[in-house]
């Protein structure tokens, strides 16, 4: 029990935060709770990231205490603002609607799409190449060198990629933050939630956006093509610079739509995020 608690712990922290983020930033705009939660997620996700990176700037090392205080500080204010400003609106009355029965019916065939998928990841613990000679590799610098983390740096490393960003390998250290080795858990959940919150806000960021009952298909089509499957629990970036990339364009188009500057504001961090993922997204 103890061990799950270290395990998904830092994910249920960074999505919650994430999410209480998004309630902020959106209190005034009218969103559909999914869309809330595919972008609060990836949100949290990708602060939890820059965090973990922080340490390394302050300390030259990841300092484990920094990375947990900053993070229940934050979790902590952020929860203490949205009681606060859910107390100063109205309380919203829940009403059934049939579209909350389409949405349930959309998500539990969503999820059963997803069996297969963290079926097969289990055996891959290591992901593909990119993944256990670049990502992962990483990661493990950051997380057992200390003030030694620097030398992923080092020209003999080439074939690791020492020029890429450092926001998928600071995220799998958050992910290991309460463990004191390195598991391939933490990058293989990673990699399976990824490509639920790619899809999912691909779902439901098509069914804001177009109104369509048929907003599902386009990602249930591309969820059952065994390529897409084998490059997603392969822990490849490409996922977080597809997530990031999407939830940059589903913000600025909703940003023209509804000529508020909270999407424009999400929209900037998104991109802002995706710099931080890799090369391409770096110049996107």
């Known amino acids: ?32 709770f999914p869309i809330r939660f ?23 090392q990841l300092n484990k ?35 909350y029965l389409l949405f349930l019916l959309t998500f539990i065939i969503f999820c059963t799409l997803f069996i297969p998928l963290c079926y ?11 993944a256990w000679s670049c990502w992962n590799l990483k990661a493990k ?19 690791s990629s020492p ?4 926001l998928l390998p600071s995220m799998n250290v958050f992910f290991w933050i309460m463990q004191d080795t390195p598991t391939t858990t933490g990058p293989l959940i990673n990699s399976i939630v990824f490509t639920f919150l790619l899809l999912g806000l691909l779902i439901f960021g098509l069914k804001d956006l177009t109104k369509s009952i048929f907003s599902a298909v386009p990602a249930i089509f591309i969820l059952s093509l065994p390529l897409f499957q084998k490059l997603a629990y ?10 990031f990339l999407l939830a940059s364009f589903f913000c600025l188009i909703k940003t023209k739509e509804t ?26």
């Open 1 to 32: 029990m103890i061990e799950l608690l270290k395990t998904y712990l830092p994910f249920i922290v960074s999505f919650l935060t994430g999410f209480f983020l998004i309630n902020l930033i959106l209190r005034k705009a009218n969103v559909s």
């Open 38 to 60: 595919f972008l609060g997620s990836g949100l949290g996700f990708g602060l939890s990231a820059n965090i973990t990176f922080f340490s390394f700037v302050f300390f030259n």
């Open 65 to 99: 205490t920094f990375v947990i205080l900053v993070t229940i500080v934050l979790f902590v204010a952020l929860f203490v603002l949205n009681i606060i400003s859910w107390l100063r609106n109205s309380k919203p009355k829940i009403i059934w609607d049939k579209k």
């Open 120 to 130: 097969q990841a289990n055996f891959y613990p290591y992901g593909g190449w990119d």
């Open 141 to 159: 610098f950051m997380f057992l060198a200390k003030d030694h983390w620097q030398n992923m740096f080092d020209p003999i490393l080439w074939r």
């Open 163 to 166: 020029h890429y960003p450092l």
């Open 234 to 243: 392969s822990q490849y970036n490409d996922l977080l610079v597809a997530y």
């Open 259 to 284: 000529n508020l500057p909270e999407f424009s504001f999400l929209g900037g961090i998104f991109l802002g995020v995706l710099s931080f993922t890799k090369n391409e997204g770096l110049l996107a």
